[in-house]
């Protein structure tokens, strides 16, 4: 059984930027649809990050576009989300994900396994 582990979450300034990292405890995550997405207070989980299985193109919500990178190191089982320029909306608290299948995605439904979560706090 595939297990995830979040970390990185912290309380940081607008402006400012954070990386989380998410390990896998397989041996490699390279064929794996792999997201990230956010969950704030009285909101659904959404989508702001993701890439299909192998050598994929990321994608991105509207909403992160052009401030977060996603990025799969294969050597060491572990996913990152680099979040640069945050935002007080970015609020929220992050999960990665993986998709057995490999297709991924910015929705909820095709991922088998999800980690516990990390909390990103945006605020002065």
């Known amino acids: 059984q595939l297990q995830l582990a979040e970390s990185g979450g912290d309380l940081v300034q607008p402006g400012g930027s954070l990386r989380l990292s998410c390990v896998a405890s397989?041996?490699?995550?390279?064929?794996?649809?792999i997201g990230w997405f956010r969950q704030a207070p009285g909101k659904e989980r959404e989508g702001v990050a993701c890439m299909e299985g192998g050598f994929s193109i990321p994608n991105y919500a509207d909403s992160v576009k052009g401030r977060f990178t996603i990025s799969r190191d294969s050597d060491k089982n572990t996913v990152y989300l680099e979040m640069n320029s945050l935002k007080p909306e970015d609020t929220a608290v992050y999960y990665c994900a993986a998709d057995a299948s490999g297709r991924g995605g910015l929705i909820v439904e095709p991922y088998d396994f999800w980690g516990q979560g990390t909390q990103v706090t945006v605020s002065s």
């Open positions: 397989i041996f490699s995550l390279h064929y794996y649809g």
